[in-house]
């Protein structure tokens, strides 16, 4: 198994910037896949951005692209997602991802972390 915790969120002004973290413990030996989600009040919980085990591939919803950037440092089991340009509408709570095998923006990966807050006001 493996735990997955958020941190870095909080409240940021329209055009601010935020990066958040998750940091995975437990099974850390394995190679896995990362995904970002987030869920705003209302609404369904919805892809942000993947990077896989290496780190050589990443992808991205169109809400987010060319102003999201997903990375991670594997010496230290961390992925990482910096929120640049933020928008109102980018508020919500922020959920990090993980799992063996799966790679991309659906709802497949077996492990979840708490979510961390994102606030962007306007």
């Known amino acids: 198994q493996v735990q997955l915790v958020e941190s870095g969120g909080g409240s940021v002004q329209a055009g601010g910037s935020l990066r958040i973290s998750c940091v995975a413990s437990g099974r850390t030996d394995i190679n896995w896949h990362t995904g970002w989600f987030r869920q705003a009040p209302g609404k369904e919980r919805e892809f942000v951005a993947a990077i896989t085990w290496s780190g050589r591939s990443t992808y991205y919803a169109d809400s987010v692209k060319d102003r999201f950037s997903i990375s991670r440092d594997n010496a230290k089991n961390t992925v990482y997602l910096q929120m640049n340009s933020l928008k109102h509408e980018d508020t919500a709570v922020y959920y990090c991802?993980?799992?063996?095998?799966?790679?991309?923006?659906?709802?497949?990966?077996?492990?979840w972390g708490q979510g961390t807050q994102v606030t962007v006001s306007s």
């Open positions: 991802a993980a799992d063996e095998n799966y790679y991309g923006m659906r709802n497949q990966y077996h492990y």
